[in-house]
């Protein structure tokens, strides 16, 4: 016998395993001087500085509110602040507390809204079960969906979001095929898609319920709408939620987060969540962590019922909305001799999805990806991350551009570099 054993780890942390997001982490920690259009991160400028600032006095200049927010919370989350949400969701869904037909207790709080997303794979998903994801999709969802052992399905999508009538044609598919009672989730991002930047059209919204419910054959065919960029709306239509069209508040499940509207750093987002699902979902945060950052949720509850918030996610979404601007400005600009390469016009989030010749790969091993970071200097997502990986579904030219963290020149250098990587590509061929 050695004197060392390997260690066994457990299936999960298998399936867990290399992890796209930490690859591009580390890109971008290796390689400083790339200007990275791949980070998620949001706008350093517009962080609430002075808000949190005021917050955090207004919470201290009491010592019975201040220790109450000292202590901790509980698994659900602050009661101060899921009232301060049910006001939130009411202006957001422009109807009265009482017409939301929810109380307090489906408000789940959670660490991110990633952790939500997480716990509700969890409270689902046994190996096996299937997801349908409008693809392409959040590609960090997409690991998580692994992390469980689901089986992700890609659903078809146009420049609006989740078509239908594909949703429709797969589940008749999975039925067929003696499936349809491992289906459990369909998932989504409704508003400015992370990588896409397309928001599912208003008309789509009820029938994609109407077919979840239609479909609850063997069990609840839940669908969790993640709204992430819901406040970043910078022009267009401003679309009703998807769980605003279930009348009956049991088939979707709301995701938000305060993350791109107020700041990534306080880790506050939330669920609202089906009756039946808040037990579960409380029940396995409770081995987790029985409870987020309490004194984080009740900065968040100061900023909320002060008057700050609203000015202050206007403001966010005019320097986005610059932002946004100068990368089309951008793109127009260097890719104007390059009509095969295109690209979506996002009303709002923090993307721009970018379409090369088919015959240009874009990931992590492909030349583009290469010549791009190691030789212009300049990184971005590589699309076909963002689809189930072997999906016939997955297309392997595209690639997801940020104009989060970059200011306005460093965006235009970054697509100036681009641009020049993606035209020695297209020379190489
Ligand atoms: C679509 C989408 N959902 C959820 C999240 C999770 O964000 P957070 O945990 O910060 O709320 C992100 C983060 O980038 C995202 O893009």
Redo the contacts with the bound molecule.
Sequence with gaps: MPDVVAPRFSQRSQWAKDQAISFLMQQAVENRDVISLAA?LVDEASLPVIECGQAVDHLFDEAGKARQALQYGTTAGSDRLREQLRIHLARQEHCTVDELKVDTSRFVL????????ALVADALFDPGDICLVAAP??F??LGVLNGVGARTIAIDTDEHGLRPEALETELARLNVAGELSKVKLIYL?SYY??PSGVSLATERRRQIVEIAKRWSRYQRLFVLE?A??RELRYDGEERPSVWGCDDSRDTVIL??????SFS?GV???YGVLPAELVGPVCDLKGNLDFGSANLNQHLLATVLSSSKYVPHVADVCTAYRTKRDAMLQALDREFKDLPEVTWLRPEGG?YVWLSVPDRIETGFASEMFHLAAKSHRVMYVPGELCYPSGSPRQKKNQMRLSFGVQDTAGIAEGIKRLAAAVKQRLSQN
């Excluded at 995701?255 to 791109?260: D, G, H, I, L, V």
């Design positions: 998620g959670t660490t991110g809204s990633q952790q939500l997303l999709t959040y960090v969802f991002v898609e992370n993640d992430a960029y995701a938000q987060t305060f993350s791109k990534p880790r506050v987002g923090l």
